[in-house]
C-alpha cells in the first residue's frame, strides 16, 4: 500500500523518517511517495487534506481536526525548544508589547510560533508572513523590525549579529510547567483504523531505530540541510527529538490539550468537536 507523506527537510523530520521511507525497518507493507515543504506550506495542505500522513504545527491541527488524527509517535514538544523574537537593534519585552506599529516576521500564520506570539503579546498584530529561513535576512535587511524564528535559526540568529528579545517556549513553560507542542505527525480520518494504527506503529519503529543508529541516516539529513554543519544538524536533532517523539504519552498528550484550551479560551482556534488521538 503507497500513501503520500510530506514533512519538511529540516533535520529532525529526516532523522525521524529516515528509516521509514528507506525501509530500514519492517514497515508492514506500506510505501512512501514523500513530499518535502516548510511548515506553513505542510499546514496548508493539510487544511485541504491532500496528503494520507504529515507533519503539521500544533496551531494549525486544530484547523485540520476534522481531517486528520494525531500519531502518538513522530511529535516535536520540549522544553527550551520554543521559538525566538529577534531583532538587529535591542528592543525590550515592553517595546513588543507597547508598539504596535514593529513590523515582525513571523514563519506562517497557523504555525505554533504565531499562537505563542498571539498569546504573549496580543496587541503585536503588524505581522509579514515570510518563509522560516528569509526571516532572519529580513531582519537584517530592514524588511521587518523583528523576526520569530524557529528551527535551526536559533542557532544561527547571534552569529549575524542579532539579539533576542524573548524565548516565547520559555514564557509557555513558566505559563503551564508544560513543554511546549510545536508540531505533530497526523494520519488522514478517512484511512482504515487498521491502516492509521499501522502508521503509527512503523513511525515509533522509525524514531526508535533513529535513535538506536543516530548516524544511520546522516548522509540523507545532510542532503536536505541546507549547507549545515553536521554539529549544527544534530543540535537541531537533541533539541526536537526526544521522548515525546517516541510516545506522546500522558504528559504529551496533557500538554496538547493545555495548549488548545488556552488557544481555544483566548479565541485564538475554533472548538474542536474530533476526539484529537489515534489513542485516547
Same mark, same amino acid.
Given at each position: 500500500?503507497?500513501?503520500?507523506?510530506?514533512?519538511?527537510?529540516?533535520?529532525?523530520?529526516?532523522?525521524?523518517?529516515?528509516?521509514?521511507?528507506?525501509?530500514?525497518?519492517?514497515?508492514?507493507?506500506?510505501?512512501?511517495?514523500?513530499?518535502? #515543504?516548510?511548515?506553513?506550506?505542510?499546514?496548508?495542505?493539510?487544511?485541504?487534506?491532500?496528503?494520507?500522513?504529515?507533519?503539521?504545527?500544533?496551531?494549525?491541527?486544530?484547523?485540520?481536526?476534522?481531517?486528520?488524527?494525531?500519531?502518538?509517535?513522530?511529535?516535536?514538544?520540549?522544553?527550551?525548544?520554543?521559538?525566538?523574537?529577534? @531583532?538587529?537593534?535591542?528592543?525590550?519585552?515592553? #517595546?513588543?508589547?507597547?508598539?504596535?506599529?514593529?513590523?515582525?516576521?513571523?514563519?506562517?500564520?497557523?504555525?505554533?510560533?504565531?499562537?505563542?506570539?498571539?498569546?504573549?503579546?496580543?496587541?503585536?498584530?503588524?505581522?509579514?508572513?515570510?518563509?522560516? @529561513?528569509?526571516?532572519?535576512?529580513?531582519?537584517?535587511?530592514?524588511?521587518?523590525?523583528?523576526?520569530?524564528?524557529?528551527?535551526?535559526?536559533?542557532?544561527?540568529?547571534?552569529?549575524?549579529?542579532? =539579539?533576542?528579545?524573548?524565548?516565547?517556549?520559555?514564557?509557555?513553560?513558566?505559563?503551564?510547567?508544560?513543554?511546549?507542542?510545536?508540531?505533530?505527525?497526523?494520519?488522514?480520518?478517512?484511512?482504515?483504523?487498521?491502516?492509521?494504527?499501522?502508521?503509527?506503529?512503523?513511525?515509533?519503529?522509525?524514531? #526508535?531505530?533513529?535513535?538506536?543508529?543516530?548516524?544511520?541516516?546522516?548522509?540523507?539529513?545532510?542532503?536536505?540541510?541546507?549547507? %549545515?554543519?553536521?554539529?549544527? %544538524?544534530?543540535? =537541531?536533532?537533541?533539541?526536537?527529538?526526544?521522548?515525546?517523539?517516541?510516545?506522546?504519552?500522558?504528559?504529551?498528550?496533557?500538554?496538547?490539550?493545555?495548549?488548545?484550551?488556552?488557544?481555544?479560551?483566548?479565541?485564538?482556534?475554533? @472548538?474542536? @468537536?474530533?476526539?484529537?488521538?489515534?489513542?485516547?
Amino acid at each position: 500500500m503507497k500513501l503520500t507523506i510530506g514533512f519538511s527537510p529540516c533535520p529532525n523530520d529526516t532523522f525521524i523518517f529516515d528509516a521509514l521511507i528507506h525501509h530500514k525497518i519492517d514497515t508492514e507493507g506500506l510505501d512512501f511517495k514523500v513530499f518535502y #515543504d516548510d511548515v506553513e506550506t505542510l499546514n496548508q495542505k493539510a487544511f485541504r487534506g491532500e496528503l494520507d500522513i504529515t507533519k503539521l504545527s500544533y496551531h494549525a491541527f486544530a484547523y485540520a481536526a476534522d481531517k486528520y488524527i494525531l500519531l502518538d509517535a513522530g511529535s516535536a514538544l520540549g522544553f527550551g525548544v520554543g521559538p525566538l523574537l529577534i @531583532s538587529n537593534v535591542e528592543f525590550s519585552i515592553s #517595546d513588543v508589547a507597547q508598539n504596535a506599529s514593529l513590523k515582525i516576521g513571523i514563519p506562517g500564520k497557523y504555525t505554533t510560533a504565531n499562537f505563542l506570539l498571539s498569546l504573549a503579546f496580543p496587541n503585536a498584530t503588524n505581522k509579514q508572513e515570510l518563509v522560516f @529561513s528569509d526571516i532572519e535576512n529580513a531582519v537584517l535587511d530592514g524588511r521587518v523590525d523583528i523576526g520569530l524564528i524557529i528551527h535551526e535559526n536559533r542557532f544561527t540568529y547571534q552569529d549575524k549579529g542579532l =539579539h533576542k528579545i524573548i524565548d516565547l517556549g520559555d514564557y509557555w513553560e513558566k505559563r503551564t510547567g508544560c513543554a511546549i507542542p510545536l508540531g505533530g505527525i497526523v494520519a488522514n480520518r478517512n484511512l482504515p483504523l487498521d491502516v492509521q494504527h499501522k502508521i503509527n506503529r512503523v513511525l515509533k519503529r522509525s524514531v #526508535d531505530f533513529a535513535f538506536a543508529n543516530p548516524k544511520s541516516g546522516l548522509e540523507y539529513i545532510r542532503s536536505h540541510a541546507q549547507e %549545515m554543519s553536521e554539529e549544527v %544538524m544534530y543540535k =537541531h536533532i537533541n533539541l526536537y527529538v526526544n521522548k515525546f517523539s517516541v510516545d506522546l504519552g500522558t504528559e504529551g498528550k496533557k500538554a496538547v490539550k493545555l495548549l488548545f484550551d488556552t488557544a481555544l479560551d483566548k479565541g485564538i482556534i475554533p @472548538s474542536i @468537536s474530533e476526539n484529537l488521538f489515534l489513542n485516547g
